[in-house]
T-cell receptor, first 107, second 113 residues
């Protein structure tokens, strides 16, 4: 079953923060986050394997709440280069991607 | 260190023909994943393979689609008797082990006329 992502789309100004949520009705064993720019291949951002795990690099971080079966991606002080579609992928019984969140960062 | 390679980058087929998509993983990677992306839609997991083994093919259509990752050579995604609905971008990704970072190839854009 496909995880749910929210919001579907978000528009930011440079320097603003954003949170993208990913939730599932099924038990989660891991959560993967990707970013894809139009016409390009997806780029892997991070994977969270343990409940409660938080990871981050640069100004992008993520958390995983296994009990709530959800993960959140945090983008702080957004840059123009953050624009793209963000997908979460979850590996419960099988591996599925969420529908994506389209993020646009404006100057 | 070369990244994940896919070829061809673009493939045009007529309905009923066969399409063969190739994926060479990064050096040292023995895990390969195939995904399909329809125009303006999200990524759909198709199949996960290790050398000579299919680990998870739950996202693969039961008919006309097959995948392999032989001991030597690239991973192949084969689509027999293509239909217009098969038109999509097909991405493969590779990782060193399960659960590690997946690196994506540039994709193969398949167009079925």
């Amino acid at each position: 079953q496909q995880p749910v992502q929210s919001p579907q789309a978000v528009i930011l100004r440079e320097g603003e923060d954003a949170v993208i949520n990913c939730s599932s009705s099924k038990a989660l064993y891991s959560v993967h986050w990707y970013r894809q720019k139009h016409g390009e291949a997806p780029v892997f951002l991070m994977i969270l394997l343990k409940g409660g795990e938080q990871k981050g690099h640069d100004k992008i971080s993520a958390s995983f709440n296994e009990k709530k079966q959800q993960s959140s991606l945090y983008l702080t002080a957004s840059q123009l280069s953050y624009s793209g579609t963000y997908f979460c992928g979850t590996y419960g019984q099988n591996f599925v991607f969420g529908p994506g969140t389209r993020l646009s960062v404006l100057p | 260190n070369a990244g994940v390679m896919q070829n061809p980058r673009h493939l045009v087929r007529r309905r009923g023909q066969e399409a063969r998509l190739r994926c060479s993983p990064m050096k040292g990677h023995s895990h390969v994943y195939w995904y399909r992306q329809l125009p303006e839609e999200g990524l759909k997991f198709m199949v996960y393979l290790q050398k000579e083994n299919i680990i998870d093919e739950s996202g693969m259509p039961k008919e006309r689609f097959s995948a392999e990752f032989p001991k030597e050579g690239p991973s192949i995604l084969r689509i027999q008797q293509v239909v217009r609905g098969d038109s999509a971008a097909y991405f493969c990704a590779s990782s060193r082990t399960s659960g590690e970072t997946q690196y994506f190839g540039p994709g193969t854009r398949l167009l079925v006329l």
